[in-house]
């Protein structure tokens, strides 16, 4: 048995560990991608400051600077260094403005984020039709499958969580370091196995429970408001009344995200935080009625079932914001841990089969095969994404298809090249 679970936890190493590794990586950097897009982006950033804007400021400097446009969703961040990032809509046309929240300056526009690319990377590896969404969620649950094998055949693991083999040669170190990072990366494994399960069981309805925790949009009966003037839609909102009217509906409730009225059947939503830790924005809604600013519906985290309540605290979990930057940055560092431990296997196994005969040319044909077909897809999908959704620039083609090939270059040196070597096997054995 002990045999059999090590070659299963072998075999998901070499086989699936390169896509396993992307997986990982892309979620490890989305937990800081906010802070990557201050880095790249200087029309992002904002001076903080003790109080906001009116908001009717800024969606009237977006109306003056972009005349034919509308405002499809509006984001403030709890990151008080970035700007409000305005969706804006025009000509069939998605892009994205930067809105300073303190001066209300419009401050530039762009047509994909470090942030929107890595989270739906992450979330479904560019790939349609619901496929992508599975097969990150399978991956989950190969982790659990990975960390319990190496469990079971890893003898008083237990006793081991500060046990480094640095003077028995580079074979030796590697796989003890592979062990060593293994344990102390255990706890946060299983608390994203868990998310998984969340995720797995909302994406697939288990037990009817996507209705559940997704309640539709509320929508307006337009009969009652025939003589209102339809042509005026998307709304001219007064975004500072709306706001006003929905932090008094909750109590501690402070408004962030809104999606405007674009169509004559719909009400404002805001979403915001309240006095509920661990939950994200969407667990606080207001619809708002924009003919007559009258509250439509209210759902509070405060007051929210049990099912609610653990879907809401499932994203800031996963992705480490809950916390702030201090709790990013814990996230981060042990995302970058696992997605070592997947490199560190992958190499263990590689080396371990590079000097074992059993292995036949054609058996490193077919691998090469499979990671080749691998890449390829990835591109192939990432491209037609960043093409037909956000239609980005040459220069973020040029940046991101840079970025991969260099990855995958060094991944390529570090995997393949070193282990080929003649003078490293000779220094590792």
């Not at 054609?362 to 090469?368: A, W, Y």
């Amino acid at each position: 048995m002990k045999k059999k679970l090590f070659l299963i936890h072998g075999w998901i190493g070499t086989q699936l560990g390169l896509l396993f590794f992307v997986v990982c990586f892309s979620g490890t950097i989305s937990t800081v991608s906010h802070e990557l897009d201050w880095l790249i982006q200087s029309n992002y950033r904002a001076t903080p400051q003790s109080t906001y804007v009116s908001r009717n400021v800024i969606s009237n400097n977006f109306a003056k600077t972009y005349p034919k446009a509308k405002i499809t969703y509006w984001i403030r961040h709890d990151e008080p260094y970035l700007c409000d990032l305005l969706y804006k809509e025009e000509d069939e046309k998605l892009s994205f403005v930067f809105a300073n929240p303190y001066t209300g300056e419009i401050q530039g526009e762009t047509s994909l984020t470090a942030q929107l690319y890595l989270r739906d990377l992450h979330y479904y590896l560019f790939i349609p039709f619901q496929i992508g969404n599975y097969i990150v969620l399978f991956f989950g649950f190969l982790i659990l499958v990975s960390v319990v094998s190496a469990l079971y055949f890893y003898k008083s693991w237990w006793k081991k969580f500060f046990v480094l083999d640095v003077k028995k040669g580079g074979n030796k170190f590697s796989r003890s370091l592979h062990r060593l990072v293994g344990l102390w990366a255990i706890p946060f494994i299983f608390l994203i196995v868990i998310i998984n399960s969340w995720y797995f069981a909302e994406r697939a309805n288990i037990a009817g429970i996507k209705p559940m925790v997704n309640p539709k949009h509320i929508k307006l009966d337009i009969l009652n408001y025939q003589n209102e003037k339809k042509s005026l839609f998307p709304f001219n909102i007064d975004y500072n009344k709306a706001v006003k009217i929905a932090e008094k509906a909750i109590p501690h409730f402070k408004v962030k995200n809104i999606s405007p009225a674009i169509d004559s059947t719909e009400t404002i939503y805001v979403m915001g935080n309240s006095n509920v830790p661990l939950v994200r924005q969407r667990a606080n809604r207001v619809y708002i009625n924009p003919y007559n600013y009258k509250i439509e519906h209210i759902q509070s985290a405060a007051k929210s079932s049990t099912i609610m309540w653990i879907n809401d605290i499932v994203d800031p979990l996963h992705f480490g914001y809950w916390g702030g930057i201090t709790t990013k940055i814990i996230w981060f560092v042990f995302g970058l841990i696992i997605s070592i431990l997947i490199l560190s296997g992958i190499y263990i196994s590689l080396k371990r089969k590079s000097r074992s005969k059993q292995k036949s040319r054609i058996e490193k044909i077919v691998l090469n095969v499979i990671n080749t077909l691998i890449i390829c897809c990835l591109f192939y999908f990432m491209l037609k994404r960043l093409h037909t959704r956000y239609e980005a620039t040459v220069l973020a083609y040029c940046v991101i298809f840079i970025f991969w090939v260099l990855l995958f270059a060094l991944l390529y040196y570090l995997l393949v090249f070193c282990i080929r070597k003649p003078g490293v096997r000779k220094l590792n054995r």
